[in-house]
């Protein structure tokens, strides 16, 4: 299984005191010597992290293939497709949001959806499309031409906390999920299951399947068993371990158990 580490957590570091350090630009050589198959970043159009100067210099200066997040937003195509990263994947995008919150509403936005992937694959720009783990969003994808699906497993990561950590005792306890063990059980079973044929329909599409959001050490391994899930992108959990072991260790102790 591939492995795409982002990046952006470093930037957020950096923002949090507006000065040049830490550069994620430093973090390139490390992720390729850990053993990281692609680097993935999220080009915001509020640019609270990954600004355009280092998306430019990381497309530029990576050993690795780089995987650019972004919005539909033109003016941001516009610029993705003259820095050109191996690939882009189009993900929904809100500014009020702490994290993405779920996957592209493909029905509602298909004709600029469509223009988009048009103007990418234009630009020699391979396309990934961010959806929920459903049928309907599959089928949609495979419409619209895109190579690849990455599979939102926020929903499965956020069950998975709130009945195996100690995220309920916390000021971020997730309301909605604040439920008896039992109940959780067959949350998760059932987002496992969700997730389990979205890959099964899209890979018998011929679409590649990736997966990524919320996934950490502790539940990675049961996305890992979904045979045709074949690339992960990981950001926050690898970036928050590298500060007590190093990120080198942090990507190492991540490949080691997705290749289990």
């Known amino acids: ?147 690849w699906v990455e599979l939102h497993t926020g929903s499965f990561a956020n069950i998975y906390a709130m009945l195996h950590t100690n995220l309920r005792r916390t000021q971020h306890s997730i309301k909605y999920l604040e439920l008896t063990n039992e109940e959780l059980k067959e949350l998760l079973q059932n987002s496992l299951l969700d997730l389990k044929q979205a890959a099964n329909f899209a890979s018998n599409l011929d679409l590649k399947v990736a997966a990524g959001h919320g996934l950490n050490y502790q539940n990675v391994k049961h996305i890992c068993e979904i045979k045709e899930i074949i690339e992960l992108n990981i950001g926050q959990s690898i970036i928050a371990r590298s500060v007590f072991t190093g990120l080198k260790n942090a990507i190492e102790d991540m490949k080691i158990l997705i290749n289990e």
């Open 1 to 147: 299984m591939l492995l795409g580490v982002n990046i952006d957590h470093i930037a957020t570091l950096r923002e949090a005191r507006k000065i040049n350090d830490p550069n994620p630009l430093d973090a390139l050589s490390i992720c390729k010597l850990a053993g990281a198959d692609q680097i993935t970043i999220h080009l915001r159009e509020d640019r609270r992290h990954i600004h355009d100067l280092d998306a430019k210099a990381i497309i530029e200066q990576s050993a690795l293939p780089i995987n650019l997040e972004c919005s539909i937003n033109e003016n941001i195509i516009d610029l993705v497709c003259k820095l050109k990263p191996n690939r882009v994947t189009l993900v929904p995008e809100n500014r009020d949001e702490v994290t993405t919150e779920g996957g592209l509403d493909l029905d509602k936005n298909f004709d600029k959806i469509n223009n988009t992937i048009e103007k990418l694959q234009e630009n020699d720009i391979e396309v990934s499309l961010f959806v929920d783990p459903n049928s309907k969003s599959i089928e949609l994808s495979n419409m619209l031409g895109a190579t």
